[in-house]
């Protein structure tokens, strides 16, 4: 079987190039760059060149394969004021609808890949996989999703995994923009008493999640790669004051803006996750080291 991997030379989707090539799919990875294109090649993948732009290169690349992982996204939004986000998402529409266009009327799998903050939905509770979703209006990064459900309705077999914050002792989500901001600023806050929750799964996880979808998904699932529901924000804040030796403190949310800039829309927020429904349709079962202990592990200064 061949997989067409958008974001296959990223930091989740390398970690699913080599899941996949470990478990004797051949790959097509997308990449837009020399530098990527001989990662991939090094990694045993062939490369499809092209970009998330280039809406012919992605209905080229998901009409010569047997699925598709969509992973790509335009992060440069993320320290840069997220002045770009909203066009970045709609971009992201605009790619899933071309790939989907594609592979309408057949079984070819297509996982899109989403958050799982968009199911925060019902007061109290983690996001279940069945949660409705917040739409896009509220949140940009619903534009995935409204187009994974547009083309399920011209008969795709399509299917979603909502991530939470994917780590390892390198990377590790918003949490490195978190890891940023107090090396920058010589403190490591939360917000309030740092109760609020965000969940986290080890990218290794993660990866073997996306095989598992592709392999045993169900039209129109949506999948969580959440091993833990929910990591405290003070938690995290300690952690990270530790590793950077800054001291850690409380601030208010009418501090938080001034302090994290556009971060400041998630560091306040509860948004604990479930994957219990993935797990037991799936049969993942999430086995790797937790946020804390990949950030105990982490090199603070390296550059």
């Not at 989707?13 to 478990?23: C, E, I, N, R, T």
């Not at 994974?148 to 989500?173: E, I, T």
Request: charged share 20%; with cysteine; glycine share 10%.
């Amino acid at each position: 079987m061949r997989v067409f991997v958008t974001g296959a030379t990223g930091f989740i989707g390398s970690v699913v190039v080599q899941d996949l090539l470990k478990a004797g799919y051949q790959v097509l990875g997308l990449s837009r760059s020399e530098a990527g294109a001989k990662s991939l090649a090094a990694a045993g993948a062939k490369v499809h060149r092209g970009s998330l732009e280039d809406l012919d290169s992605l209905r080229s690349g998901a009409a010569a394969s047997d699925g598709v992982i969509h992973l790509a996204f335009n992060h440069d939004a993320f320290g840069t004021g997220f002045s770009r986000f909203v066009a970045n998402c709609e971009t992201d529409r605009q790619a899933v609808e071309a790939i989907g266009s594609v592979l309408a009327g057949s079984d070819r799998p297509f996982i899109v890949t989403s958050g799982t903050g968009l199911a925060n939905t019902v007061p109290d509770q983690p996001a279940s996989e069945d949660n409705p979703i917040i739409n896009a209006s509220v949140i940009p990064r619903a534009a995935s999703e409204e187009a994974a459900a547009s083309v399920a309705a011209r008969g795709v077999n399509v299917s979603v995994v909502r991530l939470p914050q994917v780590h390892d002792p390198v990377k590790q989500g918003l949490v490195t923009y978190v890891i940023i901001v107090a090396r920058e600023k010589g403190v490591s806050p939360y917000v309030g008493d740092g109760l609020n929750r965000w969940p986290a799964a080890h990218v290794q996880d993660t990866a073997r999640l996306y095989r598992l979808a592709l392999e045993k998904g169900d039209r129109g699932a949506k999948y969580h790669s959440v091993a833990e529901q929910g990591v405290p924000l003070r938690d995290i804040a300690e952690t990270i004051g530790k590793g950077l030796k800054v001291p850690v403190v409380s601030i208010s949310p009418e501090e938080a803006p001034a302090h994290f800039g556009w971060l400041a829309m998630f560091v306040g927020r509860d948004a604990p996750a479930s994957s219990a429904l993935t797990q037991k349709r799936l049969g993942w079962h999430p086995t790797a080291p937790g946020l804390i202990a990949d950030l105990e592990q982490m090199n603070y200064f390296a550059s």
